[in-house]
């Protein structure tokens, strides 16, 4: 069966540190990978989604970056961290016309 | 055209109650229709979900109800119970498509 790995739970980090969120799946080739941010009363931003090794687009230009270097895995990385970056973090996937599934998620508070 | 704007933001019922959610949609391309649950801490999961051919579909206590021509979908949880206080959220997109644009979500409340 397929999962998602999303590391770690919780991360405090000081204004202007760098970042990088690890998201990986299991049991599946070639899936279509998403990282959502959720802050309070926004609901699912979507940030970034990949529909294959290097294929990365951008939804929302911010401070934020993402990097698929292996068909499974998908990082989120920052070169310097901004208050407003605090959030959670969501990685997901999507097989072909069916539900995404979302992993257990990123509390990311910036201090 | 790519905005789900769902309502209510908060809701809070009694055991038993009723409650629903809506959600509107500009997008006449979006033919998949997804309701997620989400607890404190967790990632969201899949509820229920509908596709444009049907005007309602159920799945134990939790009933999707959609309106194609007013482009409006909504979700009603039956006898409603303390455990389903969680945050829902809508989505939509077409088909096949890459990404499911969320709404806002809706934090729900059942009070014992």
């Known amino acids: 069966s397929q999962t998602i790995h999303q590391w770690p739970a919780t991360l405090v980090q000081p204004v202007g540190s760098p970042l990088s969120l690890e998201c990986t799946v299991e049991?599946?080739?070639?899936?279509?990978l998403y990282w959502y941010r959720q802050a309070a009363g926004r609901g699912l931003q979507l940030l970034f989604y990949?529909?294959?090794?290097?294929?990365i687009s951008s939804e929302v230009p911010q401070n934020l970056s993402a990097s698929r270097p292996q068909d499974r895995q998908f990082i989120l990385s920052s070169k310097k961290l901004l208050l407003s970056d605090s959030g959670f973090y969501l990685c997901?996937?999507?097989?072909?016309?069916?539900?995404?599934?979302f992993g257990q998620g990123t509390r990311l508070t910036v201090v | 055209q790519q905005q789900v704007k769902q309502s209510p933001q908060s809701l809070i019922v009694q055991k038993g109650g009723i409650p629903i959610i809506n959600c509107a949609y500009e997008?006449?391309?979006?033919?998949?229709f997804p309701w997620y649950q989400q607890f404190p801490g967790k990632g969201p999961a899949l509820l229920i979900a509908?596709?444009?051919?049907?005007s309602e579909k159920k799945e134990g206590r939790f009933t999707i109800s959609f309106n194609k021509s007013a482009k409006q979908f909504s979700l009603h949880i039956m006898d409603s119970q303390p455990g389903d206080s969680a945050t829902y959220f809508c989505?939509?997109?077409?088909?096949?498509?890459?990404?499911?644009?969320f709404g806002k979500g809706t934090t729900l409340s059942v009070s014992s």
């Open positions: 509908i596709r444009p051919d049907v």
């Open positions: 049991g599946t080739s070639n899936p279509n």
């Open positions: 997008n006449t391309a979006f033919d998949y």
């Open positions: 997901a996937w999507r097989p072909q016309n069916t539900e995404a599934f």
């Open positions: 990949s529909v294959g090794i290097g294929q």
């Open positions: 989505a939509a997109n077409r088909w096949g498509g890459t990404a499911l644009i």
